[in-house]
């Protein structure tokens, strides 16, 4: 059933880069040009069209983030609203749209232009129609935020030395103001601003009690979030077996019941 449902037969993306055939992979991987589009090897996305070069080699070989993924697949389901804060170039904005289907939306939450022109692009050669896609940065208020972008296109964040400025708002006033529903998933990477986000989303959470995939950056950050989230109400478990809460930095929370 699992293997129907996921279709992720290979993990190319753990195959260590100090064996032989970690080492030939790569080799070969860097002869395709950037900007070649190439259909999505494996997963729940197979034979969706991807961009080289807009991110890592494992979203085409359908390996990225393996294990998150396939939890991902599982937690997700048709007709679901799902947020994807900090979509990138839209390797979980592509995953949830597939997942949701027609009756359902996934809305992407993104700050950084360059990352949102990508973005677009995916979404118009695959031809999707259910995301929303919203160019602002998620936090505790409403206003302008300054972003700070880094070489790494996925690692830029909401930063006071930032230089680019951008539009931030809360879930709450978003949701309140009937911008947008409310999600029945949210999937949230934002390089450090985690807990912000999560107390601007106070309301909703203590309310509807969405399913979170979470990223933190940092200790001090991932135990603000962890405490938060728990006196709500959520139990938390790590994502990659095996670990402790207190180890990762990649958790699912959960409301019991």
Known sequence: MLGRRFNLHFNFSGISNKTLFGKLLRLCLKFIPDGTVVPILQGRLRGKKWIVGYSNHGCWLGSYEYEKQKLFCELVSEGDIVFDIGAHVGFYTLL???????????????PFSENIKKLRR?????????????????????????????????????SEGGHLKVQARSIDSLIQEGVIPAPSVIKMDIEGGEFQALKGASFLLADSHPVIFLATHGRNIHEACCFFLTSLGYVLR???????????DEIVALFPG
């Open 96 to 110: 949830a749209s597939v997942l949701v289907g027609e009756r359902g939306r996934v809305i992407a939450f993104e």
């Open 122 to 158: 995916h979404l118009l050669i695959n031809g999707v129609n259910n995301v929303i896609l919203l160019e602002l940065a998620v936090t505790d208020r409403d206003g302008l935020a300054f972003f700070e972008p880094s070489q790494n296109s996925s690692m830029g964040r909401i």
């Open 238 to 248: 790590p994502i990659k077996k095996g670990q402790a809460i207190e180890e990762t």
